[in-house]
């Protein structure tokens, strides 16, 4: 069994607090991830940010997300799968 887990991206209306409790799910994703090496993850930030400088900072987002700041709009979600695409298949391919 392949377990391939994404881990939770920031958002523009996340509060920091907020945002904190995502960054300790997504360490105990990678915590998991290490264990096992059936579980991959899939990092979702590189895409949401405008630079990869910016990641963790909840600033200088994409212009991508739909007025409620969660959902993407129809054409962000052809580009993420065009990001994730290419990692799925490095997984799956290992």
Known sequence: ???IALKC????WA???FAKKLWQYNALLEQLAREDS???LV????????EEI???TLRNFRD??????LHLTDDAY?????FLAPKIKKILDQ
């Open 54 to 56: 910016d990641i963790g």
């Open 9 to 12: 991206f920031d958002a523009p």
């Open 78 to 82: 052809g580009d993420m799968a065009k």
């Open 64 to 69: 991508i997300f739909q007025a409620d700041g």
């Open 1 to 3: 069994i392949r377990v």
């Open 38 to 40: 059936q579980v991959s």
């Open 15 to 17: 509060s920091e607090d």
């Open 43 to 50: 990092d979702l930030n590189p895409f949401m940010y405008e």
